[in-house]
């Protein structure tokens, strides 16, 4: 009976669930950025953060959530959207800087030193709220903020982070990667579940092919919905036609899924980690795919999908056997 669940099924189960109404929400969250500091910096950061909009014409929303402040003046009366701080200074600025009213915000506040000759450097976790996180650096470059600076920044930004990508074309790689790790992480947790309940004789004749089948369906679910969230933070509206145009990205994945119950039944504890590991490896895939066609115009190649695929599969395989090897020790 499971096996009659196919592709067709299975894209017919997840069209029902997917919600493009949440997405145009997503995408209209309020946030804002503030920055403080040296005035020539302060421009310089925000010409970046909001270049790369199409026409070369900034949104008005967009320049709108970057608010250049003097923190000895009175705050934003709308503090609820703050998400991050962004003070911006040369060497020594920061020892001068008057930051304690900031602290009030109970956000972050990343300060960012440049210094042309110094050794970057940086906090390796986001700043905790209400405290301050110097990060050195040589340039307000888009390749040099695009690690550690950036991916703090989208970090602070947790639940407006389509909003983010939608008004800040330079953070759209770093929310799609955030967005990605996030699903994968679900699409993980969706298929240990599964196959530890594939091995439950009770539940598996109660539920019959949709324990098989449930979990394909959700993680394809996952992924679909991945597909338009990053779409949506690259500035293009949900579309679930267009969305089915881009399925040679996820096309593996059933593949995948498949090997993976097959791994499950022959080697049935090891299998669940496997499982897990291939359902992560495979949401990866799709994220940095479709990633990957929003900045370049063409889809990656077989190679490069098969490297990302073996990449993640491996650091996921660690990862559930650990939870594994905790869980016998237990």
């Known amino acids: ?48 953060l909001l270049s790369g909009h199409d026409d070369a014409t900034i949104p008005l929303d967009a320049a709108a959530c970057l608010e250049t402040i003097d ?39 990343l300060a960012l030193t440049i210094d042309p000759s110094g050794a970057p450097s940086g906090p390796s976790a986001l700043p905790a709220p209400a405290t301050v996180g110097e990060y050195v650096v040589p340039s307000l470059a888009r390749e ?15 639940g407006v982070e ?26 993980l947790k969706v298929a240990l579940a599964s196959a530890v309940v594939d091995h439950i004789p009770v539940v598996g004749i109660v539920l019959g092919a949709f324990a098989s089948a449930g979990d394909m369906v959700a ?12 779409e949506a933070a690259y500035g293009r509206d949900p579309d679930v036609q267009r969305m089915w145009q881009l399925l040679p990205v996820i096309g593996g994945g059933f593949g995948w899924r498949t090997l993976a119950r097959e791994l499950v039944g ?23 795919g479709v990633t990957f066609f929003l900045e370049h115009g063409s889809h990656m190649s077989k190679g490069q999908a ?25």
């Open 1 to 48: 009976m499971a096996s009659a669940v196919d592709a067709r099924d299975i894209f017919r189960l997840v069209r029902k669930g997917i919600d493009v109404k949440t997405v145009h929400a997503n995408v209209r969250k309020p946030f804002r950025f503030l920055l403080c500091g040296d005035p020539a910096l302060v421009a310089e950061m925000r010409t970046l």
């Open 71 to 109: 923190p000895h003046r009175p705050l934003p009366i709308a503090s609820k959207e703050v998400r991050v701080v962004l003070f911006l200074g040369h060497r020594g600025d920061l020892g001068g800087a008057f930051l304690e009213p900031l602290q009030t915000l109970r956000v972050p506040i």
């Open 144 to 158: 040099v903020l695009r690690g550690r600076v950036f991916a703090h920044i989208v970090d602070a930004a947790k």
């Open 162 to 187: 389509i909003a983010v990508g939608r008004r800040l074309p330079a953070l759209r790689e770093t929310v799609a990667a955030k967005l990605t790790r996030d699903a994968a992480n679900n699409s």
């Open 219 to 230: 993680i394809t679910g996952i992924q679909m919905m991945l597909l338009l969230h990053i």
């Open 266 to 288: 022959f080697v049935p504890v090891a299998g669940i980690a496997i499982k897990g590991a291939i359902a992560y490896a495979g949401t990866i895939v799709v994220g940095e």
């Open 306 to 330: 098969a490297q990302i695929y073996d990449r993640t599969k491996d650091d996921a395989m660690r990862f559930t056997r650990d939870i594994l090897t905790r869980f016998k020790r237990r």
